[in-house]
Structure formats: C-alpha cells, structure tokens
C-alpha cells in the first residue's frame, strides 16, 4: 500500500474523528457514555526494527533464496561470537526469532523410498485417496489442498517465526498461517497429554535433554505426505495414522536454529528413516505476517470434473 | 414461529455434528480421544516477568442475535450502519460471508463464536490463537507503535499492538482488510435484519482482555469503522472460561474436513 493512499485513509479516519466529536457535541444522547477517547494509532517511523540483527549470516541486499542457502550451509555456528539466547524463566536455549530459509547441513543418511513396504504399494498407487485424494498424479497434493507443509520437515514452510514461552514452544508459519503450539513436559508439573484429534501437523510434546528440545510427535491423521510430490509414474510417499516423528531442536549460536527428524511409520515403513538436518538462519524482521492459503472452489470444481472424466476413461480402456 | 424453526435448525445441525464427529472418530480408530483432565500451562496470576498472566485455553459461549434475542449488541451495530452502507448491505447475502471460503473472522467476531482461543505470552508479546480458524495474532504488549507502513498491509485479522492499563491489556487494532463481517449471516436481531455485516479498510478495534480469576477471562471490543459506522459500536463483555487443556485442537478449514466447516457453507 503506498504512503499515499495511507495518508488519505489517515485524513479520512481524522475528519471522522472531527466529524464524531461533532455529533457527539451536537447530541449527547447518541453517543453513548462508555465510548472512551480515541487517539489514532501510529506506527512506527520507516525502517523501524525490534530485531537485534547479527548480519554475518545473511547481510542486508541477500535476497536471493539460491545465495541465502548456500550463506547459512556453509555458515559455522559460533557460540562464542554470538551466545545462544536464553530465556528468563528457565535458562532454557530462547529459539525466539524469524527464520529464512531452510538449508541442508547434512542430508538424509539414506533415501525414504527403498523403506516403503512393497504391500503398502497398492495404498500408494490410489494416492492416499483414503485421505481425501483424489489424482495424485495430477495436481492433487497436499499443497494443492492447502495442508500444511509435511511433518517430516516440522510443518514448516518458508519462511517461519518461532517462539519461546513458559512451557511451549510455537511454531508460526508465514505461508498458509499453519501453527504448532508445542507442550514443554515440566519434571515438576503434570505431563502434557497427546490426546486430542488426530491432525496434519500431529501432536507434539517436548521435553528437554540438556539445551535439545525433543518433540514426540504423534496423533496424525493418515494425510500428510513425508516426500514431496513425486514424478507422475511414481505414487507418493504416503503416511498413516502410526506415524511417528522424533524432532530434535537446537540451537548451536545466536543466528540459527537446526532441526532433525526420525520418522516412525510402521504401516509404511519398515524401518524407521532420518531426515536431514536442517539450518535456518534469523533475518530481521520479529513478526511473521498474515498469508492465508485458499483452495479456490472454481478451480477444485473443474479438478474434480477432471479427474471424474479421467476415472471414466480408464474404466472405459478396461482399466489400468 | 421464527424462534422455533431457529430452534429446529439449529438442533438439527447438532446432531448432525454430533453423528459426523462420532463417525470420523470410529473411522480414525483411534477411539474417542479425551481432553487432557490437566494443563501444564501455568495458571499463576502473574508471569514470571510480573504481567497479568492470560496464558490458558479459554472457550466462550456462542453469542449473537436473532428476534427478539440479541446477546451481542447486534440490534445496536445494525442500527450504526450508514446510509451508503446499508444499500450495499441489501445487495449481498449469506453466501457473501467471506468465512464462507474459509477466510478467518478477526476480533471481536471471532470472540462470539464459543470456540476455545488459546493465549501464549512472553516477554513483550502475546500471541492468540483460535480453534474455529486456523489462524494467530501476534500482539506486541510492550506499547510499542503499530508495525511501520514500510510493511504495513491490509489483513483479515489486521495489525495489533498492545499495553498494560493495570491488569488489563489493551490492544489496538488496525489495517484490516474490508472483507470481514462482523457478525454472522444467522444474526439477524431486527425483522428487517439482512444478516450482512460489512466494514470498511477504515475499521479501527480496541480490545480489553482482563483475567478476573485463575478461570475466568473478560473480553470487551470497541469498533469504529468511518466508513461504514456513524458512532463507534460497543461489544457486551464476554466471558471466557478456562479449560484444562495445554492447546486448541488443529481444525483446518477444508473442504475434505467435513460439511459443517466448507461445503455446506458453499451451499453444495
């Protein structure tokens, strides 16, 4: 929005201000008497920023995602340099801060695929549709449908702020709005329960091992996707309802956080598969902002009306 | 007459809620999962940096208008509107409600829907959650000015800062989008009632959050809104109970979720 247009809404909102006392001048019975004063609100000067930058990882003018990867791959965590922040209630590493973007430190030790069970094959091939899928080899994916990122890479999408706070962790993407309010298990205090709804993004609980943060993920709902959309003659790499993931967060210095995960699921896989480690590196803003994701209900109306039609031609070749 | 068809649909769709959420429940075969008997959210008055402690699940009760019952202070805001407004209204409908297509209702909407929030705080901010929208507030407490127009830009749920007065925090909420309604299309308080609700660029909120005990959540809005209002419209205070929960339930509004969320607001 230009400063322009900014300034005439401005104007409007002071003349109406004038306007309101006015009335309210003018008849004392139409304004009620709990109305408070209302001083307009003002932002903050250009260029304002509550973020304590460090700009050895990623400089102003990196801009680039391609130079921004490579930065934060070859960056070498320094805690002495820059300190790993800490909270004031528990001393605990403070993960407070917005991340961008995710570089590989190290990738997967092996790949997903060969650990798929060949007898989930056939689940595979009708692309989850148990989950709601309707032609995986189209453009069907879970992106497509607005879910939220796979929880093999914690739910996150591109650019994510994380928070720190007496017994959670959050977890607030930017793309789509998705968030994961993460449970701290306290020694002391009652453990956090895993019990709710099976979801996407699961149910997380974290517990501390030394300045780690485990998060036990669990609960899933059978529909994410632990791969990213394959090549078409490829079914996806689908999840179940066993689903279980093992993240560990930590935070090596001042400017980034890592992430792996393990991931357990034995109705897919038969045996349990490590992700890649993942870095991410602060850049200077302290909010994410508001980005929803909607699926278009034309678009999806004609997708379906495409798939239906796709359906019928195979049924009238004498299938697949 | 209204009253009892009001009463009929609206046990109807109960049930109907009642049997879809019982049925997704046997087919996730996971049984009916249990709401956590404790929370490990602290419930002390105040945070350990000294501020009014409003961490917790917090759940309302559903509000909102319909003849002869109003209990949001519609039959009020209805009668605010300006002219201009008012003929605009006449030309939408229920299907216009932009929560139709899944687009989030802000504050103070979003409080007389009678779905849990969850409240998170550190140093400096709060952050808001809601169960019914997947969507957060992220509330700056420290007093500090709205985010600077360098990257200010229209939002459904608008830009939000905040300051203690007492024990109550304040939050001042600005640069909505004009796509919100504020109340629901059901919310028809007068006979002539269109059920539309619209606001303008223009809508500027203050909110009142108050904890008045370890169970007990207040909240109260102002809105004025130039464009569209004549005065500014004073919500009743709404009252959140607390619920021994450490978070909301992920609900995301799809289409494959469920009828009651997407479809049947498409009209499909």
């Known amino acids: ?31 009620s008497a709990q109305i408070r004063e209302y001083t307009p609100p003002k932002t903050a000067d250009p260029g304002a920023d509550w973020t304590k930058r460090i700009e050895e990882i990623l400089p102003p003018g990196v801009e680039s995602r391609a130079e921004a990867t490579a930065r934060i791959a070859a960056y070498k965590p320094d805690p002495g340099k820059y300190p790993v922040p800490r909270t004031s209630w528990d001393g605990k590493p403070d993960f407070s801060g917005v991340y961008w973007p995710d570089a590989t430190v190290s990738p997967p030790p ?25 032609d995986w080899r189209g453009i069907d994916t ?76 669990t609960n899933f ?43 357990e699921d034995p109705k897919m896989l038969t045996a349990p598969w490590t992700g890649a480690a993942d870095r991410r590196g602060m850049v200077p803003y302290d909010t994410v902002q508001e980005s929803l994701c909607f699926l278009d209900p034309e678009l999806d109306a004609r997708h379906r009306e495409f798939a239906a039609r796709q359906t019928k031609n195979k049924t009238g070749a004498g299938g697949r | 007459m209204s009253r009892r068809w009001t009463a009929i649909v609206v046990g109807a769709l109960v049930v109907a809620a009642a049997l879809f959420i019982g049925a997704r429940m046997a087919m996730n075969d996971t049984g009916a999962p249990e709401r956590a008997a404790t929370g490990t959210g602290s419930f002390a008055a ?49 299907k216009d409600d932009p929560t139709m297509r899944c687009a989030p209702p802000a504050f103070p909407r979003a409080a007389m829907l009678g779905h849990p929030v969850q409240i998170i705080q550190r140093p400096g901010f709060a952050f808001v ?32 800062t ?85 978070r909301i339930e992920e609900v995301l509004c799809r289409p494959e979720d469920g009828p009651e969320t997407y479809l049947a607001r498409l009209g499909s």
């Open chain 1, 221 to 263: 709902n059978g529909k994410p996707w632990l791969g990213p959309a394959q090549a078409p003659n490829r079914p996806p790499q689908t999840s179940s309802d066993a689903l279980r993931i093992v993240e560990r967060w930590s935070r090596p210095d001042a400017q980034v956080f890592e992430y792996r995960a393990v991931v």
């Open chain 2, 46 to 94: 105040r945070t350990p940096w000294g501020e009014p402690n409003l961490t917790g699940v917090w759940k309302g009760v559903p509000l909102g208008a319909s003849a002869g019952r109003d209990t949001f202070n519609l039959a009020k805001l209805e009668a605010l509107y300006t002219p201009a407004a008012r003929t605009r209204m006449k030309e939408l409908s229920a």
């Open chain 2, 129 to 160: 959650f809601t169960e019914a929208y997947p969507v957060f507030r992220i509330i700056p407490t420290s007093g500090r000015p709205h985010t600077s127009k360098q990257y200010l830009f229209p939002t459904y749920m608008g830009d939000s």
């Open chain 1, 142 to 217: 879970p992106n497509y449908h607005c879910w939220p990122p796979s929880p093999v890479v914690g739910s996150m999408g591109g650019t994510v702020q994380l928070v720190s706070a007496p017994g959670y962790l959050l977890l607030l993407n930017e793309g789509g709005s998705y968030f994961r309010i993460i449970p701290i298990a306290d020694e002391r205090g009652p453990q956090p329960s895993a019990a709710r709804k099976p979801s996407y993004q699961g149910s997380s609980v974290g517990h501390w091992e030394g300045d780690t943060l485990v998060v036990e993920v």
């Open chain 2, 162 to 246: 905040a300051r203690w007065e007492g024990d109550t925090l304040v939050v001042d909420v600005m640069s909505f989008n004009d796509e919100g309604w504020l109340a629901s299309p059901d919310d028809k308080p007068t006979n002539g009632s269109t059920g539309v609700w619209l606001t303008s660029d223009a809508m500027h909120v203050t909110e009142r959050w108050h904890r008045v005990d370890a169970d007990t959540l207040e909240y109260q809005a102002r809105v004025e809104d130039p464009k569209t209002l004549m005065t500014p419209w004073e919500t009743p205070t709404v009252t959140f109970t607390r619920q021994a929960v450490e």
């Open chain 1, 110 to 134: 092996m790949p997903l695929e060969p650990l798929y069970r060949p007898e989930a094959r056939e689940y595979r091939e009708h692309g989850g549709a148990a989950a709601g899928l309707i």
């Open chain 1, 1 to 31: 929005m230009s400063v322009r247009k900014l300034a005439v809404i401005a104007m409007l909102g002071l003349s109406s201000v004038a306007i309101l006392a006015l009335v309210a001048a003018m008849g004392a019975s139409r304004a």
